[in-house]
């Protein structure tokens, strides 16, 4: 399958949004663990409100609705339900994705991936983070580069940088606050963000 010309139509978003969903289904408790030793031990359960909450508001969305309908929405329904720092953080992520994709019915990859681009650099923005901070965008800014080349690569790129959290200090949200003590510990946030890469790969590649 060539994936570099394919164009993504709103099937393909509810596709990947319900592959997310399940994902932090899956890992939800996973996700908790990892924020009890370096936060509050909630992350897993702020995903699982948030992506539930987004399965149902898909659910009931306008059939008419267009990819950047859809991930606006989305992330309208993450900041609104979700109390953790990650809640504005996703939403902003997919309202500003989905903002940039407008109307249009169907998206090209190339499209997709600058929409992300995007939104990653409105998270960044948002939460004053980079790259290196122990954060989601360790997962997100390399995840998405690598939409560059292929979606398993994103997948692997995204899997890679959450894995590199192990040995950051944390420089921003909860884990920041523990200073030298956050080394050692693999970021939620970044873990979280590797699966919602995950599963769009799996989505382009007809996985479910
Ligand atoms: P909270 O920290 O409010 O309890 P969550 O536990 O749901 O929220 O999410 C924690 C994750 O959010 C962290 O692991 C980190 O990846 C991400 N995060 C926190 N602050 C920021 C920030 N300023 N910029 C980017 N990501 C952040
Ligand atoms: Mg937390």
Do not use: C
């Not at 990819?67 to 809640?87: E, F, H, K, N, Y």
């Not at 190339?110 to 409105?122: F, H, N, Y």
């Not at 946030?189 to 919602?196: E, H, V, Y």
């Amino acid at each position: 399958m060539d994936e570099g010309i394919a164009v993504r139509d709103t099937e393909f978003f509810r596709r990947w949004l319900e592959a997310a969903t399940a994902a932090v289904e899956r890992e939800a408790d996973r996700l908790t663990e990892l924020d009890s030793p370096i936060g509050d031990a909630d992350h897993g359960a702020n995903m699982l409100r948030g992506f539930t909450a987004v399965r149902n508001g898909l659910a009931g969305a306008d059939p008419a609705a267009g990819p950047g309908a859809l991930l606006q929405l989305a992330g309208r329904t993450l900041i609104s339900t979700v109390g953790g720092a990650s809640g504005p953080l996703y939403g902003t992520l997919l309202r500003r994705t989905g903002k940039e994709l407008g109307e249009a019915p169907e998206v090209s990859d190339a499209a997709l991936q600058q929409a992300l681009q995007t939104g990653v650099d409105a998270v960044a923005q948002l939460g004053g983070a980079a790259p290196g901070d122990k954060t989601m965008l360790d997962a997100l800014v390399p995840g998405v580069a690598a939409l560059g080349t292929s979606y398993p690569a994103a997948r692997d790129a995204a899997q890679a940088g959450a894995l590199a959290t192990v040995p950051i200090l944390a420089r921003k949200g909860r884990a920041s606050y523990l200073g030298e003590r956050s080394i050692g510990h693999q970021d939620p946030g970044a873990t979280s963000s590797a699966l919602l890469l995950a599963a769009l790969a799996d989505t382009a590649e007809g996985v479910r």
